[in-house]
């Protein structure tokens, strides 16, 4: 009586676990989408951590499978984890919910958005190199002098040398040069040739800036700037878009990010300004200028902005690249994948009736098979999968369509350890033995080959969750879960249920 009283506090305090592990579970997902936009970020993510999330099959979003190329092919793994790193950096500030971010061999990663449907922007986000730099711009009168000498030289490289092929395509706008945006492969290829380098000088590049729209046309300006960064964008700290506050009412309500920079940034900073007052001085990312604002004056506190930004989504997402850091590596996305929303929500509707169709069957015929002892069975099955759900909660595992899979699969080896028990009780019951005699030889006599088959298959579990990626890490994980439940429940609850009747109760007989 003493042990069965203990075991019965067990089973108690396990489903009391159960049930708090699930409440922030039901909480969530009783939230509509409507609730969840209006509450805090922050409070999403904390109730998130105590709940059971839905894998990318199930929510909808996007499956991403970059491949990192390092420059030096024997610091491939190590190239792929600083980009894992900095990936998982940018995804977090950029707030998505549950990213899945994991190593996928030497110089792969997989990536899993779930929620995300904007599938440029999560490209450029993930993709983008985002290496800043700070650059000083060649005075316009220098730079149309080194222009006209390229022209020059090639109008007599041309067919046609009374026609120049590089002036007519540029003017002046505002101060800078720019042309038309349908020319920038012709300007790009003239720029490159080996006969107009020599009028290049050696400390300088011509550099694009980003298209804009001006008079019904897109334009591009044409910066001739130092090839040596003045100021590095490695020396940021900080970077926060936000709209613009000054004076310049041509960027009025126009979306900018500050910069702030470290002590050896600031300083550096401050000594380039304050030795180019008059100048411009073009902030550049991934070799295409974002702006160059003129040097007004010394700037000794490290603050600098980047305006010319189209929306305030890009300027977010800029920002976030920027606090980030630069990838140390280029990253090409070998495999995307996008799930919608609808898909999903249909996953979840068919797994759970799978799951509940699959559940019924075997309790309907448990209880007709085995009667009350059936009974006993089905209820310790429902607790099984109770437990099974509230273990995912309390760890924070991950629910995928293969998971619901190896939900149904429990459902049906969780009667299984039940099944040979109770044969083992009709034959010691067919042998003449008492009801507490046949339990005790039952249970005792079928455990063994229970555990047997139930180590075996967390063993095939375990390797499926060692080796396997998403899906199959998911499939495994439920059925790891599963398994060691089933043998709780199967084993410990039924046991203790059949001694409370045989022991309490004085049953002397069960049908079975």
Known sequence: ??????RILIILGVIIFAVVALIPTYQYYSLSSEEIAKKPKEEIRKMLKRTLSLGLDLKGGMYLVLKVKPVEKEKVKEARDRVLEIIRNRIDQWG?????IQPAGEDRIIVQLPGVMDRERARELIGKTAVLTFHLVEDIDQTKKILDKIDETLRKLSKDTTKSPLKPLLYLYKGDIVFEEIYTDSVKKMLKKEEIKKFIPKDKMFLLGKSFEANGKKLRSLFLVNKKPDVKGEHIKDARHSIYQGTDPSLQNTPVVNLSFDRRGTITFARVTGENVGKRLAIV???LVQSAPKIIQKIPGGNAQITGIESMDEARDLAVILRAGALPAPVEIEEERSIGPLLGKDSIRRGIQSALLGGMAVMIFMAIYYMFAGAIADLALVLNLIIVLALLSAFHGTLTLP????LVLTIGMSVDANVLIFERIREELRAGKSLRAAVDAGFSRAIVTIFDANVTTIIAALVLIWFGTGPIKGFGLVLALG???????????????FDYFVVVKKLKKLPI
């Open 483 to 497: 398994i060691a439940s089933s043998f709780f429940t199967a084993v410990f609850v039924s046991r203790t249920i």
């Open 285 to 287: 990312l991934d070799s």
């Open 96 to 100: 998505v919910f549950e990213p899945v």
């Open 403 to 406: 998971g619901i899979a190896g």
């Open 1 to 6: 009586m003493k042990t069965l009283r203990w």
